[in-house]
């Protein structure tokens, strides 16, 4: 018996935005930046003590030698307080790019799998989320910058020779431009740490919450109750959270050693060099690991519960 291998002929009414439950308008898209505020905001700000700790890690090894003796010396030497240094610019510079990261996300996945059509969009969907995500993840680095060089300089700067306070160091900071290289001096050690790191992040939720609906919660992902799906959504969030510490932190090491005084007028290459390779992979990784999979996490889980609230369901699926 004959078989028709015809191929499909392609819809040419199809389009990504409209191909699901709820369509991808522009209330959507506002909706998913407002979430990326509140997921990455929020969450940034959360953990500021680690992140201090991590960064004084990274720019003085000898000093502090893990996450413990991070927090210990930093609350004996400048009090309980200074572990929340830099929250202020962290929450702007973290909101900003949340709301950028998520929001475009959903722009440039949309706006690829268009492009590619509709049986393409299909093969090659692990391409379209790492591009959508490298995308917007340009972008966002952009607004994040300029907060991001004040945080570190605030947090690393040895006691006493940089204000702390936000409006006072953010001053400082242009006053200083030669020297402190603002408002875009990190810009390329940040997309070399973000970018990575957000395809990472990306690319193994949407897999890893893939993997769970092909493998594990295997019918239909609606009949399944919001707490189980937004579980699926942390776990999965987790998970990729501890690949794209690994990924990113050689990079996420040179942000912070630009912010040290001992570094001012050196290029990103002469200071690889002097740190070596292996410590800037590892010196504050173990910490940096256990602060960006709860990070990440958290993330998805208050961006999917958002999203839920507003009735546009969970990301992911098979």
Request: hydrophobic share 40%; proline share 6%.
């Amino acid at each position: 018996m004959a078989t028709d291998t015809k191929p499909k002929t392609p819809n040419p009414n199809w389009n990504y935005r409209f191909a699901g439950p709820v369509p991808h308008d522009s209330n959507y898209y506002g909706k998913c930046l407002i979430g990326g505020i509140l997921a990455c905001g929020l969450t940034h700000a959360g953990v500021t003590p680690l992140d201090v700790s991590k960064c004084n890690m990274q720019v003085n090894p000898g000093k502090y030698t893990g996450l413990g003796s991070a927090l210990r010396t930093i609350a004996a030497e400048e009090g309980t307080v200074a572990l929340f240094k830099g929250w202020f610019p962290t929450l702007l510079g973290y909101s900003a790019q949340g709301a950028l990261k998520y929001g475009l996300y959903e722009i440039f996945k949309d706006t690829y799998s268009n492009l590619l059509g509709e049986e393409n969009s299909k093969k090659y969907k692990a391409l379209i989320w790492c591009a959508g995500s490298a995308s917007a993840e340009f972008f966002a680095d952009i607004a994040l910058c300029p907060l991001e060089m004040v945080k570190v300089k605030v947090q690393t700067s040895t006691p006493g020779t940089w204000p702390t306070g936000f409006f006072p160091a953010l001053a400082k900071m242009s006053e200083n431009k030669a020297e402190t290289r603002f408002p875009f001096g990190s810009l390329v050690p940040l997309w070399s740490r973000q970018i990575p790191y957000t395809v990472a992040k990306f690319f193994f939720f949407e897999k890893i919450v893939q993997q769970f609906y092909t493998h594990v919660f295997t019918a239909p992902k609606e009949t399944y109750s919001k707490p189980t799906q937004l579980g699926i959504t942390f776990t999965s969030g987790y998970l990729a959270g501890v690949i794209c510490a690994i990924v990113s932190h050689p990079a996420d090491s040179i942000v912070s050693q630009l912010g040290k005084a001992d570094n001012k007028g050196k290029s990103i290459g002469q200071i690889a060099k002097e740190v070596g390779f292996f410590t800037l992979a590892t010196k504050g990784l173990g910490t940096r690991v256990l602060m960006v999979g709860t990070l990440t996490g958290f993330q998805w889980w208050i961006y999917d519960t958002f999203k839920t609230a507003f009735g546009l369901g969970t990301t992911g699926g098979k």
